[in-house]
């Protein structure tokens, strides 16, 4: 009994699944029946009996398929949103927190931070961003943000930053 591990490229309905292996990047043709569950993108681990019938793509017969999901990481809540419960596969992808607007008053101006304070719990936050010299102490900024890091004081993760005019 032989194993190829690969991610699936290609489901053919009643024939079997095109994977892509992940020793040698080849695509291999896994002979199968039964394709329901399978979905492009899966993950999985193939038993077969050692025999590759050599054509274009090199066919094998399955004997067990195994998919491997990813471990689910939880993630932090933000804002009101909650992580999903239960055994939930990951998103595909780079997916960033949405943009999120907030009002501040500039209580310090350094080189390259700002020392703000929220206008809406009073809390003080560090805002990096390199136009630190065009804001000046007092005044009152509209913050758009994707959330704050942790420290002393909390770091907000700057999309931009504007004057209240």
């Not at 399955?62 to 909650?82: D, E, K």
């Amino acid at each position: 009994m032989q194993t190829i591990t690969g991610t699936i490229t290609d489901v053919i309905i009643r024939r079997g699944i095109l994977i892509r292996d992940e020793d040698n990047e080849q695509e291999i043709m896994v002979n199968v029946r039964n394709t329901n569950r399978f979905k492009i993108g899966d993950r999985c681990s193939i038993a077969y009996d050692g025999h590759v019938i050599k054509s274009v793509p090199p066919q094998v017969n399955a004997s067990n398929i195994q998919i491997l999901r990813p471990p689910f990481i939880p993630v932090p809540p933000i804002g009101n949103i909650r992580p999903p419960v239960g055994n939930i596969r990951p998103p595909i992808g780079n997916i960033r927190p949405p943009v999120r607007e907030m009002r501040a008053r500039v209580v310090r101006r350094e080189s390259n931070f700002l020392i703000v304070q929220n206008n809406a719990d009073n809390q003080v936050l560090r805002i990096d961003t390199n136009n630190a010299r065009f804001f000046c102490p007092g005044t009152q900024v509209t913050i758009y943000h994707r959330g704050t890091t942790p420290g002393q004081p909390p770091r907000i993760n700057l999309v931009d930053i504007l004057p209240n005019c």
